[in-house]
């Protein structure tokens, strides 16, 4: 993949949660929420602070990352649907 998010934005594939619940019954599409888990899969260089210092990012590629659930934009990359969002919108790492 070819694509680099720009200053502090991060580009995640979402991980898809279970389909049966603890019990066995089976979750229809319909009823399902997105998950907002998902895996890095590029991060931007970091934003700037205002003397212009380059401020790293806390995320890299492969992290597992949890968000909230309205976070990012959706975008399709190479038929792939993905999630470009800022990193302060992530909520931490696993």
């Given at each position: 993949m070819?694509?680099?998010?720009?200053?502090?934005?991060v580009l995640v594939r979402r991980?898809?949660?279970?389909?049966?619940t603890a019990g066995g019954l089976i979750?229809?599409?319909s009823a399902k929420e997105?998950?907002?888990?998902?895996?890095?899969?590029?991060?931007?260089?970091g934003a700037r602070k205002d003397s212009?210092?380059?401020i790293e990012m806390a995320v890299k590629a492969g992290d597992r990352v949890?968000?909230?659930k309205w976070s990012g934009t959706e975008v399709k990359i190479d038929g792939e649907d993905l999630l470009i969002?800022?990193?302060?919108d992530i909520l931490g790492t696993m």
């Open positions: 070819a694509f680099t998010p720009l200053h502090d934005r991980i898809e949660g279970d389909e049966k979750i229809p599409d997105k998950p907002a888990e998902g895996e890095v899969i590029a991060v931007g260089a212009g210092e380059l949890l968000f909230g969002m800022k990193e302060s």
